[in-house]
């Protein structure tokens, strides 16, 4: 079955360490993102990337970084100058760039910090 | 920029009966709206989306409304069941270009049995 794989399901961070979250597809979509949701909020955009080895920033990009080395893979690192980095990260993805339309979601990482 | 404004932030309903879930937005540019469905730990699941061109979408027991002059556009969930309860989303943007869908703030929706 095709989809969005998110790893781990959770993950714990020490104080000053960089954490990587793991995103996959196999739907052979161009375009991924990266969302944070907080408890009660709505979802806000950190990165997406539209083609291999070219990403943007999105509204909340700073203590992030991502890359796209493969059309596959999209993996989001939350570096230790994100400061209140606990949230419920979110991979998605859409089959055409330049289309906004049906934006499929991974299962999601909840990220807590030790 | 878009700015999408989503009511109530909770609902709790009787089964059976009927749930709305309404959401403004302001850019006049934004044509796509879909709305997604988020059960507890898991990822949002798309469930029914409108382009502009349309004033109403109905799959089975859910129905999206869109007043593109007033800017506002609505869910609408018919004889709701247990496994209706969830918190839902709604967003907007332009269905072509960079701009990105911008999320409402979510609705948690309780169906009471």
């Known amino acids: 079955d095709g989809g969005i794989t998110q790893s781990p399901k959770y993950l714990f961070r020490k104080e000053g360490q960089n954490v990587t979250l793991s995103c996959e597809q196999n739907?052979?979509?161009?375009?991924m993102y990266w969302y944070r949701q907080d408890p009660g909020q709505g979802l806000r955009l950190i990165y997406y990337?539209?083609?291999?080895?070219?990403?943007q920033k999105g509204d909340i990009a700073e203590g992030y970084s991502v890359s796209r080395e493969k059309k596959e893979s999209f993996p989001l690192t939350v570096t230790s100058a994100q400061k209140n980095p606990t949230a419920f990260y979110l991979c998605a993805s859409r089959p055409v760039v330049g289309l906004n339309e049906k934006l499929l979601f991974g299962s999601g990482t909840q990220l807590s910090v030790l | 920029g878009e700015n999408v404004e989503q009511h109530p932030s909770t609902l709790s309903v009787q089964e059976g009966d009927s749930a709305v879930i309404k959401c403004t937005y302001s850019d006049s540019a934004s044509n796509y709206f879909p709305w997604y469905k988020q059960e507890l730990g898991k990822g949002p699941q798309l469930i029914i989306d409108?382009?502009?061109?349309?004033g109403e979408k109905k799959d089975q027991r859910i129905a999206v409304t869109l007043n593109k002059t007033a800017k506002h556009f609505s869910l609408h969930i018919t004889e709701t069941q247990p496994e209706d309860s969830a918190v839902y989303f709604c967003a907007a943007s332009p269905i072509q270009g960079a701009q990105k869908l911008v999320f409402g703030q979510g609705t948690r929706l309780t169906i009471n049995p």
């Open positions: 990337s539209q083609i291999v080895n070219d990403f």
């Open positions: 739907l052979n979509h161009d375009a």
């Open positions: 409108i382009r502009s061109n349309v």
